[in-house]
């Protein structure tokens, strides 16, 4: 069993888990090490209705003490998933310099003034036309090109092409062909800033039917020489914990990886696939 390095407990706004039973399900599993990274999505209040932001001190106090109890059963890892936001840089900046975290997941949830979830990301901006999101997933991709570029405060991107979950047409037109010019460059920042990028397995759980990001800008990342790669489930519950990591193997070894990467004290470390 791979290990999981996106898991959610009750300090996500949208998760009701205890860390315990996180921790608990992946030692069901067989899991050798996990890490929590709940979210952090500073400066959203009035974006959406939750509050997508955690206690760092408490946060980090508490996965440190679990950590330590559950140690000859499984290695709990500190991580956060920061929503990247560039009017927020250098509270972000600042924050991570503080936080005892040894895996941080970049991320974005919020463009424009809009929570991604939100249909109003869709219609407000006059993106959407029946038939095609393009527009809003060009938009999507565009962003976080340029936060990637902007922030060095994270070690992994999360779920490269999450606006897919949540278009009114979802993944019916989504062809990652479309964007490749602005993926790639994505990819190569990555690369070049020794970033990993992240294969989220949600997709499967949200009927897309595919990992995040797709298979083919997976495969393009190894072509241009990506080497760092997360796995996670981004599971909020117990039964989500190392959701389909079967198949997501499959696809990274189709891909051409042979290796993954966990991060202990925010330096990555490869294990086999
Ligand atoms: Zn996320
Ligand atoms: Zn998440």
């Known amino acids: 069993m ?3 390095f996106h898991v959610h407990t009750d300090f996500s706004a949208d998760s009701k888990t205890p860390i315990r039973d996180q921790i608990e399900a992946a ?4 899991m ?18 939750l509050d997508y ?18 140690r000859e059963k499984i290695q709990i890892r500190s991580g956060i998933e920061l929503g990247l936001m560039i009017r927020e840089k250098e509270y972000l900046n600042e924050l991570v310099k503080t936080i005892p975290a040894d895996f941080i997941i970049g991320s974005n949830h919020f463009i424009d003034g809009y929570d991604v979830f939100d249909k109003k990301f869709y219609y407000d901006n006059g993106y959407t036309v029946p038939g095609t999101d393009h527009q809003a ?33 979802k993944n019916a037109n989504y062809r990652p062909a479309d964007y490749m010019d602005v993926i790639d460059e994505i990819l190569k920042v990555l690369i070049t800033k020794g970033k990993s990028l992240e294969c989220n397995t949600a997709g499967f759980k949200y009927g897309l039917g595919h990992t995040h990001p797709y298979e083919e800008i997976l495969k393009r990342y190894h072509e241009l020489g990506g080497e760092l790669l997360t796995v996670g489930s981004d599971g909020h519950r117990p039964h989500e914990v190392g959701g ?7 696809i990274l070894l189709n ?16 294990l086999e696939l």
């Not at 206690?55 to 559950?70: G, H, N, R, S």
């Not at 997933?137 to 976080?144: G, I, L, N, Q």
């Open 2 to 4: 791979l290990c999981d």
């Open 27 to 30: 030692i069901k599993l067989g």
């Open 32 to 49: 050798k090490e996990i890490c929590i990274t709940d979210h952090h999505d500073y400066g959203t209040s009035g974006m959406c209705h």
């Open 53 to 70: 932001t955690v206690d760092p001190v408490t946060y980090f106090a508490a996965l440190k003490d679990l950590a330590e109890e559950y």
């Open 137 to 169: 997933y060009h938009r999507f991709f565009e962003a976080s090109l340029e936060r990637v570029k902007t922030f060095d405060c994270f070690d992994s991107l999360g779920h490269l092409d999450y606006v897919v979950r949540y278009g009114p047409e």
């Open 244 to 250: 389909y990591f079967d198949q997501a193997r499959e």
């Open 255 to 270: 891909c051409g990886f042979r290796y993954y990467t966990v991060y202990r004290e925010r330096k990555p470390v490869f």
